[in-house]
């Protein structure tokens, strides 16, 4: 079956041509048939019921337009005929006392967003927080420190000064996050210092510059947890706008057994049976600090599941 990781939407069109229409986006932002997805301080609009589908607003409904500048808009896509758009609100703007905040939904972390909508939507407002992300991070030139405008229908943001003019995109970090295993039936996970207690996952770190991912990878490793790798297969990737990685997801063979830890980075690293984890994969419910294996909407998750499916 193909499957996806939670935040990717290969099923959606971003119909990225239209971006290039300077004109469009401002025209089309407004229509009532266009749906906008609001994003205020970093949190996303889901609606109240728990079976919730992400909430957006009509593109013609006055008062988004109130709280977000046109600055800070942005053209996502089209899903079966409809536009679908991004509204970053103003950070300072009273949402939680709004009307119609308060009768259609309630604003949440992304995170939780991820563990309750469908995929569909959980990708479209990961994809509209990203973006609200990347106007806030590129109000100003790097070069020259003018204000930016947005360009590209929000996908870009351009220098003010025409003797400048530089140009900046969203960008996303790639990191490498890995599934060490042996030729048998162990695999390694660990506690970086910033899980919630009694998690364990896989581990992960960020490509430096000049750096492929292979090279990342073993450097990675073995700063972790001293393992030295052999063979490495890529597996999938997962966009993850916290606030803007691409985890690259691999398993590996380590070619040494004995584990070092960087304790400034880590807090426990060792070798699990595989028959220990499957009970553990099929626990729901722990006690406070037990160990855990990461959510259901992690690539981290997937890759632990998928070996434990392999044997
Ligand atoms: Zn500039």
Known sequence: MHQTNTFDIPQFDRDAIRRRDPDWWRATAGLDAT???????????????????????DGSAPWWREHADWDRSAFLGVQDGTVWGMAAL????PMEEHPEIQRQ?????????GMVLPPLDAGMVAFARALAWFHDQHRFCGRCGRPTRPAEAGHARTCSD?????????????AVIVLIHDDHDR????????LPPGMHSTLAGFVE????LETCLRREMKEESGLEIGEITYRHSQPWPFPQS????????????DIVID??????????????????????????????????ISIARRLIDEWLDAG
């Open 209 to 212: 510059a000049g750096e492929s």
């Open 90 to 93: 103003s950070d300072a703007a």
């Open 162 to 174: 025409p003797e400048c003019g530089r140009t900046v995109y969203p960008r996303s970090d790639p």
């Open 35 to 57: 749906r906008i997805l609001p994003v205020w301080q970093g949190n996303v609009l889901v609606g109240h019921n728990p079976s919730s589908r992400a909430i957006a607003l």
């Open 187 to 194: 695999c390694v996970l660990g506690r970086g210092r910033h």
């Open 263 to 296: 304790e400034v980075e880590m807090e426990h690293v060792a070798w699990y049976e595989r028959d220990w984890l499957k009970q553990q994969a099929a626990r729901t419910d722990f006690d406070e600090g037990e160990f855990r294996l990461p959510t259901r």
């Open 105 to 113: 939904g309630q604003f949440v972390p992304l995170r939780a967003a």
């Open 246 to 257: 691409l985890m690259v997801g691999f398993h590996a063979v380590a070619t040494s057994t």
